[in-house]
């Protein structure tokens, strides 16, 4: 198992950026596809058609996401964690990625960087 930390610069704020990882509809705006999601611990969801599904475990509003991403039947459930700190530029993104397969950690590296982050980089800059 893997980890996988790094910290982005998103031109938002805190309170845009947590509404950009937590509302289906401002998923969609970003992403290009339909989610599901919701602010509810325990409660599960999917991006990208499926692609990425997991359950949501704890939300502080404008500020921390943690989920549990699902890769099969892996026995460490593996966390992403979200923190949104203020920064002069917008907002701090603090993605921290744990237990992510070995087979699957190039993938999941590519995905956060060029899909994930890079569409949430790029609908806040084109609102420049």
Do not use: C, R
Not at 120 to 125: K, V
């Amino acid at each position: 198992m893997k980890s996988f930390k790094k910290y982005y610069i998103i031109p938002a704020t805190p309170a845009e950026l947590y509404l950009a990882l937590t509302n289906p509809l401002t998923i969609q705006l970003w992403s290009g596809e339909p989610a599901e999601m919701s602010t509810t611990p325990g409660s599960e969801f999917s991006l990208w058609e499926g692609s990425i599904v997991g359950k949501n475990l704890e939300f502080e509003q404008d500020k921390k996401i943690v989920q549990e991403w699902y890769f099969g039947d892996q026995q460490e459930a593996s966390i992403v964690t979200f923190k949104l700190h203020t920064n002069p530029k917008g907002t701090s993104l603090e993605l921290n990625h744990t237990n992510i397969p070995d087979h699957d950690y190039d993938d999941i590296v590519d995905g956060w960087e060029n899909i994930y982050i890079a569409s949430l980089q790029d609908f806040y800059e084109e609102g420049e």
